[in-house]
């Protein structure tokens, strides 16, 4: 009688030949996770820079000097490189996605997240070409990061459920996208109030210090997300 799943029969040949492309491309989603996360740490640093360079100027970039010309790269690089940190998250995105629960608002959420990440990738190679506005492309990128942080919020959280992720790991990445969240509906707030008003500034304030360590937290929950696929696959 023959015994499908010994490694010479071509049961065991195919499940051999898939579990190693399975191994492999978890390798490649792990590398990706984590060259996501330092991409976006890489392009906050450009972002300072920016502003350190914004500061030194007064607050108003000259061209045709040293600190102007670096000013508008330091702007270039933090667009072109978070966008390819963006780029790099959607690998990542695709392969939490098999490990989801089949529901429509599980598939809505997985559409919305790809397609946020998806516009933030091509968002800063087109603003530094000149083919998309400054004024257009600001709009469409916090409304693609609030997508963003509310799919860490509830991808997270159906895995942690679901026992697909350490909880730990899933537990962080449901805080940083719920602090996002509301560090962005804080500062929305703020914007009722008069404009520069000493209450608009207090609420400003708030917002920032809920949703800045939420921001910052995102790569780091990619590069561990990244190891712990490393250290699953073997």
Same mark, same amino acid.
């Given at each position: 009688? =023959?015994? &499908? ?5 071509? =049961? +065991? ?26 991409? *976006? ?5 450009? $972002? ?13 970039? =000259? ?21 390819? !940190? ?9 392969? #939490? ?14 559409? !919305? ?12 190679? #087109? @603003?530094?070409? /000149?083919? @998309? ?14 997508? #963003? ?21 899933? &537990?962080?990445?449901?805080? *940083?996208?719920?602090?996002? #969240? ?5 500062? +929305? ?15 400003? /304030? ?9 921001? $910052? ?18």
């Amino acid at each position: 009688m =023959e015994q &499908r799943d010994t490694p010479g029969s071509p =049961e +065991g040949v195919r499940k051999l030949v898939e579990s190693t492309a399975g191994k492999a491309g978890a390798r490649l989603v792990s590398r990706l996770a984590f060259a996501a996360g330092v991409t *976006v740490i890489l392009a906050n640093l450009f $972002l300072i820079a920016l502003y350190a360079l914004l500061g030194l100027q007064g607050g108003s970039p =000259e061209g045709g000097t040293l600190l102007g010309s670096a000013f508008h790269v330091a702007g270039s690089a933090s667009d072109l490189v978070g966008s390819l !940190a963006t780029a790099f998250m959607i690998p990542a995105a695709l392969f #939490l996605g098999g490990r989801l629960p089949r529901r429509w608002a599980v598939r809505l959420t997985q559409a !919305a997240g790809l397609t946020a990440m998806a516009l933030l990738s091509i968002g800063g190679p #087109l @603003l530094v070409l /000149g083919a @998309l506005a400054f004024d257009v492309q600001t709009p469409i990128a916090i409304g693609a990061w609030i997508i #963003l942080s509310l799919w860490l919020l509830l991808v997270n959280r159906w895995l942690r459920l679901s026992n697909a992720l350490p909880y730990r790991l899933a &537990r962080f990445g449901e805080l *940083v996208g719920a602090g996002f #969240l509301a560090g962005y509906a804080v500062v +929305g707030l703020g914007l009722l109030l008069p404009w520069m008003s000493w209450p608009q500034l207090v609420v400003f /304030g708030v917002g920032v210090l809920v949703g800045l360590p939420a921001y $910052l937290g995102i790569p780091v929950w990619f590069v561990l997300l990244g190891r712990h696929i490393r250290v699953s696959v073997g």
